[in-house]
């Protein structure tokens, strides 16, 4: 076996020398990413399948934006991948991205799940779900604007209000309704609510079961994770005893918020890492990427996790990731305003 792989590493060896780098087998591009590593290896893999482009990742729990900046000219960087619309925002005001447009990502890839500029596309969605007692919330159907219906008086859960996935949420009702009214709404939630806002989005099932809340705010993948058992037996029980309805805005529809990617602005392998980006957007690269971590597909066509795809038809809601993005400060600041963490 040694002897083998000597030969086979010395007729690779010979097929660089003389290959000229054609064949792409030194083709490398490095990915820096926030994400858990094992969610996107699936993707990498299949990539360096493909293309012969060995992908070397690298996981930066936080401080991303911070390190690009640092290694500045010199950065190995060349593709960036994070999670929440806020963060994709970060890096390009930054200025550690650089704007890509090409054929293919802009057909993939709705206008609004992108930089208008190109310096970042959205790879995977995650969308902001109400879970239900379902044996006490007889709904098919239910908006946001209804979280602060005063018939819910005491029987709503949700977490920190400054949460990224509420801040995100809040900025959308200001982007629908005017600050005015988002005020007046998270005045309405915040009576509504059955406990303190803390906790995950988890917490927020378990205590559905335990009769504490009727109505729970959540992302639509910790159901998937919660059903589909990865999170152990109890998340499994949370999961299983729950219904989950796809609220909309009035006159709109489900809010989201995305994983993304951007090709960093000093990208040593920058033709490599449009490359990537095209292979991430493709549709059978979409249903793993997305099904990876039960997230959703950005392009419609492709594949979803069935116990995601069972919680009903998402309608993403159309307002630009942008502009909610752009309303963030303005939504931190009414949720202080109104004491929702208190
Ligand atoms: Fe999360």
Redesign the pocket.
Known sequence: MARFRVIKSLLLGGALLFGGGSAGAQEVVNIYTTREPGLAAPLFEAFTKATGIEVKSVFIKDGLAERVKAEGATSPADILMTVDVGNLLDVVDAGITQPVETPALKAAIPANLRDPAGNWYALSLRARLVYTAKDVVKLDAITYEQLADPKWKGKVCIRSGQHP?NVALVAAYIVHHGEAKAEEWLRGVKANLARKAAGG?REGARDILGGICDLAVG?SY?VGLMRSGKGGADQKKWGDGIGVLLPTFEGGGTHVNVSGAAVAKNAPHKAAAIKFMEFAVSPTMQAVYAQQNMEYPVIAEAGIDPVIAGLGKLKVDPISLVDIAKNRKRASELIDKVGFDN
């Open positions: 996935y989005d992302n910790y």
